[in-house]
């Protein structure tokens, strides 16, 4: 990584917070990220949710975090609509999710164990730009 991109990483591991488990666990996707969310876009509507191998039961704001990749007022409008359990960090925390997968994919770019540096840095940028 270039050095200002591991100094941002680094910036957002010191300051992430610890959260308590949630209080009420549910059956989460566990691997959700946007590459696992089709899209129907002559309909403008979702077509499905892929690869389900990693499921748990867990914290479900953990796959709220890949939403962010569709902007802030995406997520919030989901959140709207979510009937599951919540409480006052889900969003923060799902924030932080999309932050760790970003840095993720921006690692494996570089690597070149999973996509592109090119393909990752935009989605890193924009989770270290969206505020918290």
Same mark, same amino acid.
């Given at each position: ?13 010191a ?7 949630p209080?009420?666990?549910v059956?989460?996707h ?16 979702? +077509? !499905?949710?892929? =690869?389900? *191998? ?11 975090? /890949?939403?962010?990749?569709y902007g802030?007022?995406?997520v919030e409008?989901?959140?709207?609509r979510? +009937? !599951?359990?919540? =409480?006052? *960090?889900?969003?923060?925390?799902a ?6 997968? /970003? ?22 940028r924009?989770?270290l730009?969206?505020?918290?």
């Open positions: 990584l270039s050095d200002a991109d591991r100094a941002a990483c680094e910036r957002h591991y300051t992430i917070e610890a959260f308590p488990s209080e009420h666990p059956l989460t566990g691997d959700f990220a946007w590459w696992h969310i089709l899209l129907n876009e002559a309909k403008g509507c979702l +077509s !499905g949710i892929i =690869d389900f *191998g990693d499921r748990s039961i867990g914290d479900p704001a953990s796959d709220f975090g /890949a939403l962010y990749v802030r007022d995406f409008s989901v959140y709207e979510y +009937s !599951g359990p919540k =409480d006052d *960090g889900f969003l923060r925390r924030r932080q999710g999309f932050t760790h997968v /970003a840095i993720s994919e921006l690692i494996h770019g570089e690597r070149r164990t999973f996509g592109t540096r090119e393909a990752a840095l935009p989605v890193f924009k989770a730009d969206m505020p918290v």
